[in-house]
């Protein structure tokens, strides 16, 4: 895949939300569904977006929330938007993380090396970061399409 094909669907992320991120059921590739709007003023219609970075050979998530955030969001009622609206710490239950600063292309590492040269096809890094969580993957191809509301990805088939 081209870089700056890569670069520019990336970009595309920028300032929108990530509503699900994770090894599809197969567990070869990741996918990150994005909601993607727009100011309604441009009558672009929003849509759910699935980023599916294929031949995915590592993922690393880690928090963004800092540790004083965490220790007051251990209250169980802050999983669920209605009772958690109301109490402090991060509520977890509003299901979204906004993609802020975004998704990045890394530089060629070490590791993307290995992989291309074991593989014989082209490998890239991404860092893709949101308000509670940092991802990192590693894989050759990146797709994206529209998928309906509701996209269930770990529905069995």
Same mark, same amino acid.
């Given at each position: 895949m081209d870089?700056?094909a890569?670069?520019h669907?990336?970009?595309e ?8 991120h $994770? +090894?599809t059921? +197969?567990m070869r590739?990741? !996918?990150?569904?994005?909601?993607a709007t727009a100011?309604?003023?441009? #009558?672009?219609?929003?849509s759910?977006?699935r980023y ?18 965490w ?10 938007h209605?009772? $958690?609206a109301?109490?402090? #710490?991060?509520v977890? $239950?509003v299901k979204w993380?906004c993609? +802020?600063p $975004?998704a990045?292309?890394l530089?060629e590492s070490e ?6 040269n074991a593989?014989g096809i082209?490998?890239?890094e991404?860092?893709i970061e ?18 309906p509301?509701g ?5 069995a !088939?």
């Amino acid at each position: 895949m081209d870089a700056a094909a890569l670069e520019h669907m990336l970009d595309e992320t920028f300032d929108h939300a990530v509503v699900h991120h $994770g +090894y599809t059921n +197969y567990m070869r590739d990741y !996918e990150v569904i994005v909601y993607a709007t727009a100011d309604p003023r441009t #009558g672009i219609t929003p849509s759910h977006l699935r980023y599916l970075f294929r031949y995915c050979v590592e993922a690393r998530c880690e928090t963004s929330v800092p540790a004083e955030t965490w220790r007051v969001s251990l209250d169980d009622r802050l999983i669920d938007h209605e009772t $958690g609206a109301d109490l402090d #710490g991060y509520v977890w $239950g509003v299901k979204w993380h906004c993609l +802020y600063p $975004g998704a990045k292309l890394l530089p060629e590492s070490e590791a993307t090396r290995r992989w291309s040269n074991a593989l014989g096809i082209d490998f890239h890094e991404v860092r893709i970061e949101t308000n509670a969580h940092n991802l990192t993957l590693l894989f050759s191809d990146l797709q994206v399409t529209e998928v309906p509301v509701g996209y269930a990805p770990f529905v069995a !088939e």
